[in-house]
Structure formats: structure tokens, C-alpha cells
């Protein structure tokens, strides 16, 4: 066979030349096998190299390789670009491009909707570009909001983006954290949330999803995050598919959440329970049933997005088989 055969193995092979009598005769080679030819076995042990007769080879036995863990849903692509394939999923009212930068305004509704992704090229040099983008927003009556994007932990001053847009006087934001999952790992492992939350709050509890807005969850969305109506209503029914679940206790709302669908991702956002019913299982429940409709929709796959020091919403994201893609902060003008 050919060398560097990337195989491990444990050769048990005799001692040449033999021990006195007795001592063991047979010893074990444990490591990668570089050589497995008629003639002989290499193998690259932790004490160095060892080369075997074959003619003195006992036995082997192959080692399976150690199980690999599982790897985080979309690791292939940067934050910034996992950034740009799901921004559909919560669209903005008025978009631009200067170059391959996406530049989005939505009236000052969410931070998401009203900043730019820097990924790729803009086109010009970075600082005749930052121009541009606050020249953009001036023109809407916005601040400028670029997203700047890491590995969790990552400082962004130490990114070319994060560092000039500082040296301008940008605000950061705290950090976030960008999650993903398998939307059937996410379902199996909440499979049993609405029975959970029966149990929990009372047989009056329901959870229903639907693809319309409707004025009761706008209500209840409403009272808890702040926004005219029409750019609350232009970004939550702007992507190609959504979903909004409903949680009802005794016919009240106290429950509201939302499903974006991007191409193959779906991310789960608008999350709201009302304080009374926290800790009931009731956001569990609504997230087992947007998570379930996301196959329906063509994605398998999801993402959300928290703060990095909501610790009970992350454990509860961790719990059900989130995992943390990047962290990422908005850097806006100040004053």
C-alpha cells in the first residue's frame, strides 16, 4: 500500500530479538500507519517511528476514527456572508448597493433592517465608501449602521471596517450572537414543549401559527417594541414565506413570535411572552411550531440572533441544538 495512509492502527508484533525468559515476547505499535507493504509496517506511534518486519507481525486491528463533532449548521460561510444569504428573512423597506454591500432603511424600525452588510468588495477605497453609506442615510434621516462580524470574542477594532468606522467615531454596540440549527434537530429535541406547557400553565394554553398578521399579534408585538405600523407590517410580511405563532391563556395573547424564510434558512425572531407566563414552557411551545413549518417552507435550515449577555435565552437556544456561528456588533454614528 501507498505511504501516509492516514489509517490507525495497533500492530502487535514479536520482539526481535527476543527477551530473556520471561519477559513478554509480543509488544504493540499504536498509531498511524505511514508503510503497509509485503515487506513491512510503519507506524508513527507518540515515541516515534516504528518499523516492523512483517514477518514478526502478530496481529493488527484497525482504530475507528474518533467521532467528530458535530459541526456547527453553516460553518462554511463567513459571518458576513450567513449574514447576507438571510437577510430576506427580515427584509427591509428601501435597499441599495454600492458595490457588494447591502445598505438597508426601514425608518428607523430594528437595527437589522436599517444597516449595512460590508461584505465583498464596495466598489471604491473604504474611506471615500464610509462617505457614501452616510451620505445614504443622512439623505433618509438615519444614522449610518454598519454590522461588523467575528469569531465569538472577536474585537472589532481589529477588523479593517470596524476599525476605521471607530477612528470615525461610531458607536459600538453590545455584542450578539448568531445561532443555527437543523430545524428537525430543533424539532425532535422540543417534540414534547406543548405537552410541557399544558402541564405547566394550564389546559386554557394553545399555540396557534399562521401565515397572516394578524391584529392581535401586532398588538402584542406592539406592546413591547416600538414602531409605525406600516414599516412593522412591510417588514414582517416582506419575505418570500412566513410564519407567525400565537400563544393564547384563557383567550389572551401572551405569546408572539415569527418565522423568516431566506432561501434554504429560516430564522426565528420577534420573540415576546408576556412577563406572568415566563418560564412555563410557553416560548418552547412556539418555537417547536415555527420550527416545524420551516421544512414546509424549503429550509432546513435556522438561525436567530440574541444578545451575548442573555444568558436564560441562550441556555434555553443551546438546550434545543442552536449553535453559536459568530458574534457580531452594529457600529453606528453618534450623535
Do not use: C
Not at 503497509?36 to 516504528?50: A, F, K, L, M, P
Not at 424539532?187 to 394550564?202: C, H, I, K, N, P
Not at 406592539?222 to 400565537?246: K, L, N
Amino acid at each position: 500500500m501507498s505511504r501516509g495512509t492516514g489509517m490507525r492502527a495497533t500492530v502487535r508484533y514479536r520482539l526481535d530479538p527476543p527477551p530473556p525468559p520471561g519477559e513478554p515476547t509480543l509488544t504493540d505499535a499504536v498509531g498511524e500507519v505511514l508503510v503497509n507493504s509485503e515487506d513491512e509496517i510503519v507506524v508513527e506511534t507518540r515515541r516515534g517511528v516504528v518499523r516492523i518486519p512483517r514477518d514478526l507481525v502478530v496481529a493488527t486491528r484497525i482504530i475507528p476514527p474518533k467521532p467528530q463533532r458535530r459541526g456547527v449548521v453553516g460553518g462554511s460561510l463567513a459571518p458576513l456572508e450567513l449574514h447576507r444569504a438571510v437577510a430576506d428573512g427580515w427584509p427591509a423597506m428601501t435597499t441599495d448597493s454600492l458595490g457588494d454591500w447591502l445598505l438597508r432603511a426601514s425608518r428607523g424600525f430594528t437595527g437589522r433592517a436599517n444597516s449595512v452588510l460590508p461584505v465583498g468588495d464596495p466598489g471604491l477605497p473604504l474611506i471615500p465608501a464610509l462617505d457614501a453609506v452616510e451620505a445614504w442615510y443622512a439623505a433618509r434621516h438615519l444614522p449610518a449602521n454598519l454590522t461588523i462580524a467575528g469569531p465569538v470574542g472577536f474585537d472589532p477594532a481589529a477588523d479593517p471596517v470596524g476599525a476605521a468606522v471607530l477612528a470615525r467615531g461610531y458607536v459600538v454596540s453590545d455584542p450578539s450572537l448568531f445561532l443555527t440549527a437543523d430545524a428537525a434537530e430543533v424539532s425532535r429535541e422540543l417534540s414534547d414543549a406543548a405537552t410541557q406547557t399544558v402541564a405547566a400553565v394550564g389546559d386554557s394554553v394553545s399555540v396557534e401559527l399562521g401565515d397572516e398578521l394578524t391584529e392581535v399579534w401586532l398588538a402584542a408585538y406592539g406592546g413591547y417594541r416600538s414602531g409605525d405600523r406600516e414599516e412593522i407590517h412591510a417588514v414582517m410580511t416582506g419575505s418570500p414565506a412566513q410564519r407567525f405563532a400565537t400563544a393564547r391563556a384563557d383567550g389572551t395573547v401572551v405569546g408572539v413570535g415569527r418565522l423568516g424564510v431566506s432561501g434554504d434558512w429560516a430564522g426565528i425572531a420577534a420573540m415576546w411572552v408576556d412577563p406572568a407566563y415566563r418560564r412555563r414552557g410557553l416560548a418552547r411551545a412556539m418555537m417547536r411550531e415555527l420550527a416545524s413549518a420551516a421544512p414546509d417552507l424549503g429550509a432546513s435550515r435556522l438561525h436567530l440572533q440574541v444578545w451575548a449577555h442573555n444568558a436564560p435565552a441562550l441556555a434555553l437556544y443551546e438546550r434545543i441544538g442552536f449553535r453559536r456561528h459568530h458574534a457580531y456588533v452594529n457600529a453606528v454614528t453618534s450623535g
